[in-house]
């Protein structure tokens, strides 16, 4: 491999798709941070109610691990997040089951009031966006969407496992 003179590695660079979907990944984290700044909520704060959606529609506990554990937080960092999203009326912390030691996670019905007005816009552009293509073609982006997370998953569960290199190894 050569270096070009700005010290970048000549290479031709990740195939035209896969700039697509860091555009994508940039623009929707955009987006993001500018609903939720409008909204006094932080991106951490969307990403936790994200997680507890996900689990809640399939039926799954959230508890203050499984956030922890989904958005790479310690401690203390999980239960100051879990208190953002309480104190604003969000989240409530429950004990049901037999252990009644496990405090577990549930949105409010005004954490989905308030998640639905953030992202209607960028549902309804999208919408107009997928209009634009067939059931068929829509079948086959999902196809490949869902792909191309499962692809995510098992790299950052790779890099995940990598140990970082040293700060004293020769580069």
């Known amino acids: 491999m050569t270096i070009d003179p700005s010290g970048r590695p000549e290479s031709p660079g990740p195939p035209p798709l896969v700039r697509l979907l860091q555009e994508f990944s940039l623009e929707a984290n955009r987006y993001v941070d500018s609903a939720g700044g409008r909204n006094d909520m932080h991106r951490t704060d969307l990403n936790a109610l994200a997680v507890i959606m996900q689990h809640t529609a399939r039926n799954q506990i959230v508890t203050p691990g499984v956030l ?3 958005l790479h937080l310690s401690s203390p960092a999980t239960t100051a997040l879990i208190d953002r999203l309480h104190n604003s009326g969000h989240v409530v912390r429950e004990r049901q089951g037999t252990d009644r030691r496990q405090v577990q996670l549930r949105m409010t019905p005004k954490a989905y009031r ?11 552009h999208m919408a107009t966006a ?3 293509f067939t059931p068929e073609e829509l079948e086959i982006a999902t196809r490949f ?3 191309m997370i499962d692809a995510t998953i098992r790299a950052g569960q790779e890099a995940a ?7 004293t190894a020769p580069q």
């Open 145 to 147: 969407m869902s792909s």
């Open 130 to 132: 997928m209009a634009e």
């Open 114 to 124: 308030d998640g639905g007005a953030m992202f209607q816009p960028l549902a309804r």
């Open 161 to 167: 496992q990598q140990t970082a290199p040293s700060a």
């Open 68 to 70: 922890r554990k989904e």
